[in-house]
């Protein structure tokens, strides 16, 4: 195919409102938060902990998402994950207890194995626009973060958090006609015996006493070999883990974090518009940045301007220093969540880009999942986020660690 054409802008559009769906569906879930835990009667970390799992769950399966892209097409995947996103909540919006709640969860994780699919693809579409490509389709996060706090607050004094989660379903289920305009062909073209595994045909003509294929299968079917290069676990897999803990925590707790420091709902969800808002002004001049700065420099300068302002975050209570510290913070997870997927393609070759988006968000999902428990136990703990917010601080002073000691190590060797 014609790599930067046309149809790769098309293409471009469907992997961007796939971004804007999956964050959305979070950000809304935790702006129900504390109606979620007062009507079914729980503890915050525990409504918290499921939705991370959401996550986590989706992350987990994304493995598989390079072998079920081989056996049907990007297509029917984007369409079939989509439909289950749609049933996952209307699960949800039935929910009368927290494992009813978490049973629609798991089904809406369907988004996440959606997200790598679409994302997977793009080196097939870009090749000189990638960066740029990189930079439109993270534009998604920040304009679900920016677009949608203030309607689903509407929409939840108006219609409760249960009609709520039923017209989040309807918009989800918008991914079924996006993804039908996909084209048809697959990543790799079918072949006898190589069409899932990617096993050499000498592999399958070799009879029976031939285990080498057989052995091969998990490093094929999964990208295992990834995890032995220290570029790839320091530059792409670590710092995954360090935005996976960061974001979800920011995503899920922060409306929360802004009421127990004296904010109404509706001035906490504007300081979560604003980080937003720094969101995408930084990812619109994602080109420019590139121009600037390489992609590990701009890794190490957006966490420690996370780490910066999460710990600002603890200190002050001002509505307006909120929104300010916000959009710093914002812009800083903005470029380190971009670069993440920069830093992909770079780390890995063409043919393992697949694996390579898959370890990257599997490794998110988990510490996701950490990060809804701890973030959310320690507040229940101590009444306070205080200690949950510098966590999240010391997390991205971690990640600044795993990149020089990485390339510390490259380097000596």
């Known amino acids: 195919m014609v790599k930067d054409s046309a149809r790769s802008w098309f293409v471009l559009a469907v992997v961007t409102f796939s971004m804007f769906l999956e964050i959305g569906t979070i950000k809304g879930f935790s702006i129900l938060l504390p109606d979620l835990k007062h009507q079914l009667d729980t ?25 079920l892209v081989k056996i049907f097409s990007p297509r029917v995947c984007v369409m079939t994950s989509g439909l289950i996103a749609s049933t996952g909540l209307i699960v949800c919006s039935l929910a009368t207890s927290p494992f009813t709640l978490l049973l629609g969860l ?10 790598t699919v679409v ?6 579409y870009f090749d000189r626009y990638f960066n740029a490509a990189v930079g439109i389709f993270s534009c998604g996060t920040a304009l679900a973060i920016l677009t949608l706090p203030l309607p689903i607050q509407i929409l939840l004094d108006t219609y409760g958090w249960r009609g709520t989660l039923l017209l989040l379903s309807g918009i989800v289920l918008h991914s079924v006609p996006c993804g039908s305009l996909l084209g048809v062909e697959k990543k790799v073209e079918k072949r006898e015996c190589e ?31 990834l995890m032995t290069r220290l570029s790839f676990v320091t530059r792409v897999f670590v710092q995954s883990l360090a935005c996976g803990y960061i974001i979800t925590g920011w995503l899920i707790y922060m409306v929360s974090f802004a009421i127990s420091k004296g904010a109404s709902l509706k001035e906490a969800t504007i300081i979560v518009t604003s980080g937003g808002i720094g969101m995408l002004a930084i990812r619109v001049g994602n080109t420019m940045l590139h121009k600037i700065m ?49 830093s992909a393609k770079v780390n890995s070759s063409d043919s393992d880009h697949f694996h390579s988006i898959a370890w990257l968000h599997l490794s998110f999902g ?3 999942i950490l990060s809804g428990f701890i973030t959310g136990y320690l507040f229940d703990m101590t009444g306070s986020f205080t200690i949950s917010f510098n966590i999240l601080a010391a997390v991205s002073l971690l990640a600044t660690l795993s990149l020089a000691v990485g390339d510390f190590l490259i380097r000596s060797n």
């Open 43 to 67: 503890h915050t970390w525990i409504i918290g902990s499921s939705i991370s799992i959401m996550t986590g769950f989706g992350c987990t399966f994304s493995l598989l998402t390079d072998a």
């Open 106 to 115: 798991i089904l809406t994780s369907s988004l996440l194995i959606q997200e």
């Open 119 to 124: 994302i997977g693809i793009l080196p097939d």
């Open 195 to 225: 069409q899932i595994f990617d096993l050499s045909m000498s592999h399958c003509n070799s009879g029976s006493d031939d285990t080498h294929g057989l052995s091969d299968l998990p490093r094929r079917l999964m990208g295992l070999h």
């Open 294 to 342: 390489t992609y590990k420099q701009l890794l190490y300068l957006a966490s420690a301007v996370m780490a910066i302002s999460l710990s600002l975050m603890t200190v002050f209570t001002n509505f307006i220093v909120l929104n300010i510290i916000s959009v710093i913070f914002g812009g800083a997870i903005g470029v380190f969540g971009m670069e993440m997927y920069i």
């Open 366 to 368: 988990w510490a996701a």
